[in-house]
């Protein structure tokens, strides 16, 4: 007889069928032959040991998983199990990604997820979402007559297939992303620009004036006109005699130059005149800067002077102790009631007016701090940069002295400047990539990463419209780059109370 079930082995072959009237029925399923004899309590059967052997092994498995469809759990697990890559991902697509997930969301979970797809994402990764939900039956909740209604009478129109959050994620407004061009607008040669990281040789006046100091001299680039005139130019004669630092005052009039040799001087940018001169350091002075009729300046000796100028005769200094090698940054907060000092020692005071010792001193860079910018839209908030062997950008809060965040840039920090346009900053770089990055504040997520200088990046200016910067470097090139968004004008409502308003 042939066997009913090919491939078996010998000890099924003796066993004959059963008629079809013969057979059981379980509800609606009919059970085979061999399933019928096992569960056949009449006669008993003789059987050899191999089909002994076989009942014992050959166990047949009568119930199956069926997942319960209806049920929101499984798909949800399933769409928890799979990776999001839009948390990791910085380009355009990003907002791309988002909003898909979202979609897919609403149409296969029904969760009617209607945020901007720019809003920050709500789904947690693997790691700690909750992959396998145990809950009852989901009962769809009824709508009342009135509000099925309106929704059909609100969407009776449309032939989308999507759903109505799916419709209004696709309608919501979307922020544009804003192209920064990799490459400079302008390049300038600057001959003799120094290659020296603790000098501050570029500086740019609200009136549109550009000071770059080669040298001896210092050179004047006009940003409406691009007209060059020499300012002035030191002696010659002795090789000490170089210009270390620069810095216009607020109205953008007066230059303050330091010296190689400890002097600094006052010129007036209008009639190329000598106004002052300053003789209170011993050595260099690598770092000056202006608050209104007060002059702070940094030597290599340690020491940091603030010059009251309002005294046209001869100026009194203040002296300040705080720093143990070279200060070559000094910062005014927009209030212009803190300074910051950055040196050689690794370390960043926080200065008032009021007293000749620092409120706070912060020693968790383990390089020069050089770079130093105030945050001009919260109060108190500053940023440092370390050097070579430090490569860090660290965040306080002056007020109270604590630190905030911190990060790693992979390169000497040699300058950073915060927008005045955008909750952005810019930062240059030197040993060991040379790069120029806008980063997004306060999250610090990298924006652009410009390269042009074959060298550190050593010098950083920012343009009086706030939209342009210009950094220098050691290959003795002056670059000009448009890194931040124009500055948003608001039109002023018309007023009735405006006596030049048409009277009615």
């Given amino acids: ?47 050899s040991p ?20 209806t049920s929101p759990g499984n798909w949800e697990a399933r769409f928890n199990l799979t990776p999001s890559r839009h948390e990791s991902d910085k380009d355009v697509n990003n907002d791309n990604s988002r ?8 149409e296969l979970l029904s969760s009617s997820t209607a945020a901007s797809p720019l809003a920050p994402s709500t789904t947690r990764s693997t790691a700690q979402a909750p992959v396998y939900t145990f809950s009852g039956s989901v009962t769809p909740r009824r709508k009342s007559p009135r509000r099925r209604h309106h929704i059909e009478a609100a969407y009776s129109h449309s032939r989308s297939p999507l759903s109505k959050a799916s419709q209004d994620l696709l309608l919501s407004p979307r922020k544009s992303h804003r192209h920064i061009p990799e490459a400079p607008y302008k390049v300038l040669d600057a001959p003799d620009l120094q290659d020296d990281f603790y000098l501050n040789l570029l500086d740019w006046s609200k009136t549109n004036l550009l000071s770059v100091a080669l040298g001896p001299s210092i050179y004047l680039w006009n940003g409406r006109t691009g007209h060059v005139s020499k300012l002035l130019e030191l002696a010659r004669h002795r090789a000490e005699h170089i210009v270390t630092a620069v810095s216009f005052n607020e109205d953008g009039d007066s230059l303050a130059v330091g010296t190689a040799t400890g002097a600094i001087e006052l010129w007036d940018v209008n009639t190329t005149k000598l106004l002052r001169r300053l003789t209170k350091h011993a050595t260099r002075v690598p770092s000056v800067a202006w608050n209104k009729n007060c002059l702070a300046s940094g030597s290599r000796d340690s020491s940091l002077l603030i010059h009251d100028l309002r005294q ?3 100026a009194t200094a203040r002296v300040y102790e705080g720093h143990s090698q070279e200060v070559c940054g000094l910062k005014w907060s927009p209030d212009c009631n803190y300074l910051a000092s950055g040196g050689n020692d690794n370390a960043c005071n926080i200065w008032t007016l009021h007293s000749d010792k620092p409120t706070f001193t912060y020693r968790s860079h383990t390089a020069a701090v050089k770079a130093l910018a105030w945050s001009p839209y919260q109060h108190g908030v500053i940023a440092t940069g370390g050097g070579t062997a430090d490569q860090c950008i660290r965040f306080w809060n002056a007020l109270t002295g604590a630190e905030l965040s911190c990060v790693k840039t992979g390169s000497q920090v040699c300058n950073i400047l915060f927008s005045t346009t955008s909750n952005e900053l810019v930062s240059s770089h030197g040993y060991s990539q040379n790069y120029i990055r806008v980063w997004a504040f306060p999250h610090m997520r990298e924006l652009a990463r410009l390269s042009g200088h074959t060298t550190r990046v050593l010098y950083m200016a920012l343009s009086p419209d706030a939209e342009s910067i210009v950094t220098g470097a050691g290959d003795e090139t002056l670059r000009f780059w448009k890194v931040f968004e124009p500055r948003k004008t608001i039109k002023a ?8 308003s048409p009277i009615r």
């Fill in 99 to 106: 909003l898909y997930c979202q979609i897919l969301r609403n």
């Fill in 1 to 47: 007889m042939e066997n009913e079930y090919p491939g078996r082995g010998r000890a099924e072959a003796h066993v004959s069928p059963l008629q079809p009237s013969q057979r059981m029925a379980l509800g609606s399923l009919s059970i085979g032959t061999k399933v019928a004899q096992r569960l056949d309590f009449g006669t008993p059967r003789q059987s």
């Fill in 50 to 69: 191999h089909s002994r052997a076989l009942q014992r092994t050959d166990v047949v498995a009568g119930d199956r998983f069926i997942p319960d469809r």
């Fill in 493 to 500: 409502a018309p007023s009735v109370v405006n006596s030049w």
């Fill in 312 to 314: 046209p005769d001869r």
